[in-house]
Structure formats: C-alpha cells, structure tokens
C-alpha cells in the first residue's frame, strides 16, 4: 500500500495515504480499548517513539530481545494506521501497547468509560517544528516540505497533516483528570531518563528492580536506540523515507530550535504561542539547563 501522494481528510485534519484510510481512521474512534490496554498518545516528532522502546522495555524487565528483534510499530502499533486491527488479531502481547497521533476530540468520546492507562507524551514546540520539518524532508508520504519561513506558518496555523499542535496538547492535558492519564514531556525523558523510567513503571504497576531499571536505561538511551534497525525507522524502503536526506533519530537534543529559528521568527512563533496558550498552565523546558542549572536542582 504506497498511496504515497495521497492524503486523507478526516473530521478536516489531513493525514498521510501512505497508512491512513477513511475506514482505518473511522475505526479507530470505533475502537474497544480493554483495561489492561496501555495507549501513548503524542503529536508527531514529540518523542513517541522513544516511549514505545521505554515500555517494550518496563513490560520485558530490561531485556532488550523484543526491542532489537521485532519493529516498534508492531510492538505498538498505530491504532488508525490500516494495519492495526490485522496485528491485533493475530497478536498475544498483554498487556497491548496501541500508539495514536489522534487528538482528543476525536478519540477521547471512546476513552471515556474506559480503565486505560494513557501515556501523553508532550515536547516544546519549536523543537517539534524543526524536527518535524526536517522530517517532512525525508518522508515520500508527506508533502513538498517548501522553505522553512513556509513550514513556520503551516505548523502555528495548525495547517499540517495531523493537525494543529496547539488543539492537540490542550485537548488531552485538559482532560487528564477524567481520564487515566499520565503526562511525561520528552525534556523530562531526554533530563532524567531513570526518573521517567521509574514514574512509568508505577503508573503501569510493573515494580522494576534496581538492575532490571538500570538494563531500561541504558538499552532505551538515545545513542542505543539509533543503532537499533528496529526502532530507527531503516528498515523502511527509500522509495518511502528517503534515508539519503536525514536520520529518522536525528540529534534527539533539547533546544535544537535555536539553530534554525531566527530572531524574528522566534518573536513571531511566541507571540502566536503565548495568543494560543493563554488559558493553560503547562510549562516548557526550551533549553537543555546549563551545568551550574542542573547542580542546582540535585
């Protein structure tokens, strides 16, 4: 299925052909999440897959033979992706780890009566949009990336496939008390990968021991995770994601946004961000703190 130049418009948010259907999208919103089911939840190039390989990880109490043997997106597949409800019947993981970009207006009415756990996963936005730039660079199902200025415009206007950023994290952190819900901000994962490890752990009622925790860490590190074929996205054909303009992981680093971002764009992208998020109370790491920052908080 390349459907590479298609995209599919659904409930006005545009998504890519390439694994999107009319019917696997509207199944997702049909869709009978078990209580043991563990979703993560994220807008694109916010660290989701980086959750996928945590949780592969706590479920296998560090052994990394799944993570470096099968592909994490059938280890977590795609709820609205078209393949997702053929993996699920043929599947015997427990418990099931499902993976959504969906915002919550559209999956959340299905949630709601639900024991689910929910993993929202949330990145400061101008990294999202320089990553998700220079992945639009590489990826054949998604459109002509055009100049960046271009691309700014598209992403604060919420005008790019999977929707706008700013609906996305409002709706879900909104409504994070009446759902099962635990937030972890890929700053939190990049700052403090055993604290975010051992958070996840408890929220998932998989106590780890101290050297289980330890295997996590060091087989989920970032470095690790790139040299693995089964998490970085290589195994994908070129004609798909053209492997010759970038990397699937690329840097992973906090603040990258300052290398491309000029001053003007900057000012810009916060005047719109503080205009669309003047009613929430969440807060963002946009730099990874200096030496004398960190020591601070120990």
Not at 52 to 71: A, C, K, N, V, Y
Request: hydrophobic share 35%; with cysteine; proline share 5%.
């Amino acid at each position: 299925m390349a459907r590479l130049d298609v995209s599919e418009i659904f409930h006005g948010i545009l998504f890519p052909g390439h694994l999107h259907t009319q019917d696997s999208l509207q199944l997702a919103l049909k869709f009978q999440f078990q209580d043991t089911d563990v979703l993560i939840v994220s807008y694109p190039k916010s660290g989701t897959t980086w959750m996928q390989e945590m949780l592969t990880l706590i479920f296998s109490r560090g052994d990394p033979h799944l993570s470096q043997t099968i592909p994490n997106w059938t280890r977590a597949p795609w709820l609205e992706h078209y393949y997702c409800a053929d993996l699920l019947k043929t599947s015997t993981a427990a418990p099931r780890v499902l993976t959504t970009h969906l915002p919550y207006h559209l999956l959340g009415p299905t949630l709601q009566d639900s024991k689910a756990k929910i993993i929202y996963v949330s990145r400061n936005p101008k990294d999202v949009l320089v990553s998700f730039y220079h992945f639009h660079k590489m990826a054949n199902f998604l459109p002509d990336v055009g100049s960046f200025p271009e691309f700014l415009n598209q992403f604060l206007d919420g005008a790019l496939h999977f929707g706008s950023w700013f609906d996305h994290i409002e709706g879900w952190t909104s409504q994070a008390a009446a759902l099962n819900l635990l937030h972890i901000t890929y700053e939190e994962m990049s700052l403090d990968l055993q604290g975010t490890i051992k958070r996840l752990s408890s929220f998932l009622q998989c106590p780890l021991l101290e050297e289980e925790l330890n295997d996590c860490v060091r087989h989920c590190s970032f470095g690790c995770m790139k040299d693995n074929k089964m998490i970085n996205y290589t195994l994908i054909p070129d004609e798909i994601l053209d492997h010759s303009k970038g990397c699937f992981m690329r840097k992973g680093e906090i603040g990258d946004w300052k290398n491309m971002l000029t001053e003007e764009q900057n000012q810009y992208f916060d005047s719109v961000f503080k205009s669309k998020m003047q009613n929430s109370t969440l807060t963002f790491v946009w730099e990874k703190p200096t030496k004398d920052e960190s020591e601070m908080k120990q």
